[in-house]
């Protein structure tokens, strides 16, 4: 759990920060989209339960689901992310590699754990693109994070630009690990320790592997089988082909993920991953059956947080200043308390 800072004033006023907002918000999915060659597409706020389409996360995290009576009673889930349905998207709409989509996500996590960087609400860009199947490698998917990585460089001197006070702090490079290799490293401390470690002594880093297995029998986070591939083995010996963009957020003094992204599944991976994790009886849901019979694209995508950035870029020392959602009365004393203004 990250808490607050000791001591902190907001370097904007309360009106600053929202014209902050919505210009950073228009200025990186314009930057990212032209980056990532992506054409923007109206999302569902939710999707028919039982099809195997909703992101499952951890596979422990219940989705806000309710019954529509004009389909039957059928239930419908609010996405908790768009993750399996933007494979669906990529594939109807018969895009070719180095071609993609992104939107606007927003869903709902009820069973979060609420802190300064954690929501029930969670707003992110979520995209897609189609590659080639030859293109399933962490050399590819490197390629990629530096594209994303330099979308993020220049909000952060677009803000500078704008607000002075604000001085850039992001690496000009960003520094690729293994989840693995970490572990081996710093074998002594948990996956979180290992990534302020590493997060603080680069700046920004894409941590690769996350859902392996490593040396010692555990993984360094949860991830769900069905969408990002990360038991295939790299071209350097390593597995994986997903991972985490981290920057050092001098705020609370600690590592904040700013994106997870991957190559996805293929038929193969699909298996062996559900398999893995004792979830063969998914193979029968819509999404996983077209998927295991090679109908649909092969993509790569992700979701970048939205309010995350927005607190990143602006310096702010808890995520419910740049996003409206619920909190306990306690976090709302707290931050009353600190001088920080909820939105």
């Given at each position: 759990?990250?808490?607050?800072?000791?001591?902190?004033?907001?370097?904007?006023?309360?009106?600053?920060?929202?014209?902050?907002?919505?210009?950073i918000?228009?200025?990186?999915q314009?930057?990212?989209?032209?980056?990532?060659?992506?054409?923007?597409?109206?999302?569902?706020?939710?999707?028919?339960?039982?099809?195997?389409?909703?992101?499952?996360?951890?596979?422990?995290?219940?989705?806000?689901?309710?019954?529509?009576?004009?389909?039957?009673?059928?239930?419908?889930?609010?996405?908790?992310?768009?993750?399996?349905?933007?494979?669906?998207?990529?594939?109807?709409?018969?895009?070719?590699?180095?071609?993609?989509?992104?939107t606007?996500?927003?869903?709902?996590?009820?069973?979060?754990?609420l802190?300064?960087?954690?929501?029930?609400?969670?707003?992110?860009w979520?995209?897609?693109?189609?590659?080639?199947?030859?293109?399933?490698?962490?050399?590819?998917?490197?390629?990629?994070?530096?594209?994303?990585?330099?979308?993020?460089?220049?909000?952060?001197?677009?803000?500078?630009?704008?607000?002075?006070?604000?001085?850039?702090?992001?690496?000009?490079e960003?520094?690729?690990?293994?989840?693995?290799?970490?572990?081996?490293?710093?074998?002594?401390?948990?996956?979180?320790?290992?990534?302020?470690?590493?997060?603080?002594?680069?700046?920004?880093?894409?941590?690769?592997?996350i859902g392996?297995?490593?040396?010692?029998?555990?993984?360094?986070?949860?991830?769900?089988?069905?969408?990002?591939?990360?038991?295939?083995?790299?071209?350097?010996g390593?597995?994986?082909?997903?991972?985490?963009?981290?920057?050092?957020?001098?705020?609370?003094?600690?590592?904040?993920?700013?994106?997870?992204?991957?190559?996805?599944?293929s038929?193969?991976?699909?298996?062996?991953?559900?398999?893995?994790?004792?979830?063969?009886n998914?193979?029968?849901l819509?999404?996983?059956?077209?998927?295991?019979?090679?109908?649909?694209?092969?993509?790569?995508?992700?979701?970048?947080?939205?309010?995350?950035?927005?607190?990143?870029?602006?310096?702010?020392?808890?995520?419910?200043?740049?996003?409206?959602?619920?909190?306990?009365?306690?976090?709302?004393?707290?931050?009353?308390?600190?001088g920080?203004?909820?939105?």
């Open positions: 759990m990250i808490h607050l800072p000791e001591k902190y004033a907001s370097i904007l006023t309360a009106k600053q920060t929202e014209h902050a907002i919505v210009s918000k228009d200025f990186f314009l930057a990212l989209s032209t980056e990532l060659n992506l054409t923007r597409v109206t999302a569902p706020l939710f999707v028919g339960s039982g099809r195997g389409i909703n992101d499952d996360l951890n596979g422990v995290e219940r989705p806000v689901s309710f019954p529509v009576k004009a389909l039957n009673e059928y239930r419908m889930e609010i996405v908790q992310s768009l993750a399996k349905w933007k494979r669906l998207k990529i594939t109807s709409m018969a895009l070719g590699p180095e071609f993609g989509i992104y606007d996500m927003n869903a709902l996590r009820p069973d979060e754990d802190d300064a960087v954690h929501s029930i609400y969670v707003d992110q979520d995209w897609e693109m189609a590659i080639d199947p030859q293109n399933r490698t962490v050399s590819y998917l490197k390629d990629v994070v530096r594209k994303v990585y330099r979308c993020i460089q220049r909000a952060e001197f677009f803000i500078f630009d704008r607000y002075p006070q604000i001085t850039p702090i992001l690496p000009k960003i520094t690729f690990v293994y989840a693995d290799d970490l572990q081996r490293k710093y074998p002594e401390l948990s996956p979180k320790e290992r990534e302020d470690k590493v997060a603080k002594e680069f700046g920004a880093v894409f941590i690769i592997g392996a297995r490593l040396p010692d029998g555990t993984i360094h986070d949860g991830r769900a089988p069905d969408y990002d591939d990360w038991i295939t083995q790299t071209e350097d390593h597995h994986g082909l997903n991972g985490d963009i981290l920057v050092w957020n001098p705020v609370h003094q600690c590592a904040l993920e700013l994106s997870s992204m991957g190559i996805r599944v038929p193969e991976s699909l298996a062996a991953q559900l398999k893995e994790r004792g979830a063969e998914r193979s029968a819509e999404f996983h059956s077209r998927l295991l019979n090679g109908e649909l694209t092969q993509t790569l995508g992700g979701g970048i947080g939205q309010s995350r950035l927005c607190m990143f870029l602006l310096r702010k020392a808890h995520i419910g200043e740049t996003q409206v959602s619920v909190w306990t009365d306690e976090i709302k004393a707290d931050c009353k308390n600190r920080i203004v909820l939105l």
